[in-house]
């Protein structure tokens, strides 16, 4: 996988229940209609992806539970690779060409991965029809896995927005409820920059943050840790001994910040 999609050590897979197969296979010629796709994104899907599957849909009637208006159903596309390596925009064409939920299987070689970003309606969406009515976060991946691993049944949830919500859990927040998971790297869900993250007071008196505020604190962290070696860098670079203790004291602040966002998103995933 490129670099900027956030990996995660440990694996993960469910087990889809058999009323949810869908078991379509998606022409990549209509995931370029659909997406504006570039001629350099489509040489990309052409050398990378072999077959595009959309394997599951968890809706209403598959899985039993009410749709909510920010998630109607919830599709399961698995990816067929040529090789290991898979560009991130493929993926992002794939997710403005369907208007809904996604979560990714990606297959390669007998070996198996998952791989998500949160995605939500827009407020103000210009049409129906608009791609830009959807917004998404940053990519989070599993290790890959045997593709024979063992699965796990699909979490407890009240709705389909709660289905989701447990679905990206062990992804995002790198931890669900039976353990598992931890966060690793990388940078964005609503463009959040290496400015310091700050979980309002409500958050930090509950330990209980939305979903979106758990993916900005992760990707917070993200951020901070790209600062922090983009610092060592330079300072690997410098000569002059003044430099050094300047970008050594930078050093340590940026090292501090991490080490209070890590801080934060442990209390929050402790409650």
């Known amino acids: 996988m490129t670099s900027s999609f956030i990996p995660q050590p440990s694996a993960l897979l469910f087990a889809w229940p058999k009323q949810a197969a869908f078991g379509r296979v998606v022409p990549k ?18 050398l990378q992806v072999e077959q595009i599957n959309w394997a599951y849909k968890l809706a209403p009637e598959t899985v039993n539970l009410p749709a909510t208006p920010a998630v109607a159903e919830i599709q399961v596309f698995r990816l067929n690779l040529k090789g290991a390596s898979l560009d991130q925009d493929v993926l992002k ?23 998500a970003a949160y995605k939500r309606p827009a407020q103000n969406p210009k049409s129906a029809a608009d791609s830009s009515r959807w917004v998404m976060g940053s ?8 593709e024979t691993s063992p699965r796990q049944q699909l979490p ?13 859990s062990p992804l995002i927040f790198g931890k669900d409820e039976g353990g598992g998971l931890r966060d690793e790297k990388t940078p964005h869900l609503s ?22 505020q758990r993916i900005e604190l992760a990707e917070a962290i993200a951020s901070q840790q790209k600062q922090v070696e983009r610092i060592k860098t330079r300072l690997g670079r410098e000569k002059q001994f003044n430099k050094r203790v300047a970008i050594n004291a930078e050093l340590r602040d940026a090292k501090q910040e991490l080490q209070r966002l890590t801080q934060q998103q442990a209390a929050t995933q402790s409650h």
């Open 29 to 46: 010629s209509k995931i370029y209609e659909h997406a504006a796709v570039s001629a350099a994104l489509k040489e990309r899907f052409v």
């Open 156 to 168: 407890v949830a009240l709705d389909m927005a709660g289905l989701y919500e447990q679905l990206l």
């Open 191 to 212: 463009d959040v920059t290496a400015a310091p993250y700050m979980v309002g007071a409500q958050g930090l008196q509950t330990g209980r943050l939305t979903l979106e």
């Open 139 to 146: 990519y989070f991946e599993t290790d890959w896995q045997p």
């Open 93 to 115: 064409a794939i997710d403005r060409a369907i208007p809904f939920s996604l979560i990714f299987e990606l297959v390669q070689g007998g070996r198996i991965k998952l791989v």
